[in-house]
């Protein structure tokens, strides 16, 4: 046995190893560690049952068993597949060097106007302890999310992002959404990460940031109210404690 085992063995194995332990950190941010080892214990005694022992009533039922639990597990864990098909996609290398020219010619329409007013929207709020939550829409349309909150469509402008959260508006406990070069929506209700590696220090607002930027390829702007600390999510990863420079390199895109 050990005579033919070659190269392509060795790639198989390792190709089953690491969409294990891929799935094993997915698991384990998401909370649910415990039924991924479930899973894998009931796979262990199938295999021995049906190959090994060779149980051939006892197999059977297990093997409908696997056939029917197949669909149950894409019922059950449908968010965290869509975000680990999603992390696949995001970092290709194909993806990204079809993309390239894409990105480029996008980037190349964007003058320094066009995120100025976030940037310093963002210091003004930082300074007075606003809590503000801003996502930037990118090459994934989140219509789904603008439809959650109040259609605004309007010009970007420092002035309107303040008053949108200010504490008195009703608009400031959401998200406001901007697509290209406009503000889309304002009030959105954004997908909050259950990720078990958040530090405890960091509120509802960074979960929810961190819970867009793991389903989507947008960048979510996050100014704390407690602390006044600016930060910002993207592919499931924070940017803690940005300054302006930081921020806007971030919005430019020069860390995707």
């Known amino acids: 046995m050990f005579l033919t085992f070659g190269v392509k063995d060795f790639l198989d194995i390792l190709a089953v190893a690491l969409i294990i332990y891929y799935v094993y950190k997915l698991m384990k941010s998401s909370g649910?560690?415990?039924i991924f080892i479930g899973i894998l214990v009931f796979i262990v005694l199938w295999i021995i049952v049906t190959q090994v022992a060779g149980?051939?009533?006892?197999?059977g039922i297990l093997d409908k068993v696997m056939s029917v639990g197949a669909i149950v597990l894409i019922v059950l864990f449908q968010q965290e597949i869509r975000k680990f098909l999603f992390s696949v996609g995001a970092h290709q290398r194909i993806h990204n060097l079809l993309a390239f020219f894409y990105r480029?010619?996008?980037d190349n329409e964007k003058d320094h106007s066009t995120f100025l007013p976030i940037v310093m929207a963002c210091l003004n709020m930082s300074r007075q302890k606003?809590?503000?939550?801003?996502?930037?829409?990118?090459?994934e349309q989140l219509d789904e999310i603008a439809q959650t909150g109040e259609l605004i469509d309007a010009r970007i402008s420092q002035r309107l992002i303040e008053n949108?959260?200010?504490?008195?508006?009703?608009?400031?406990d959401g998200a406001l959404l901007i697509r290209g070069d406009r503000l889309y929506a304002a009030g959105c209700i954004l997908p909050v990460s259950h990720d078990m590696?958040?530090?405890k220090e960091l509120g509802l607002r960074h979960r929810s940031a961190?819970?867009?930027s793991q389903n989507s390829d947008a960048l979510a702007v996050i100014v704390s109210e407690e602390t006044g600390y600016i930060s910002a999510a993207l592919r499931g990863q924070f940017y803690l404690r940005l300054n302006a420079?930081?921020?806007?390199?971030l919005l430019y895109g020069e860390k995707s």
Request: glycine share 8%; no cysteine.
């Open 210 to 212: 961190l819970g867009i």
């Open 55 to 59: 149980m051939r009533l006892l197999g």
């Open 245 to 249: 420079e930081a921020l806007e390199s």
């Open 104 to 106: 480029k010619e996008k």
């Open 197 to 199: 590696n958040i530090p």
């Open 130 to 139: 606003i809590g503000a939550l801003i996502v930037i829409e990118r090459d």
């Open 32 to 34: 649910s560690l415990n």
């Open 164 to 172: 949108i959260f200010f504490k008195n508006s009703p608009l400031h």
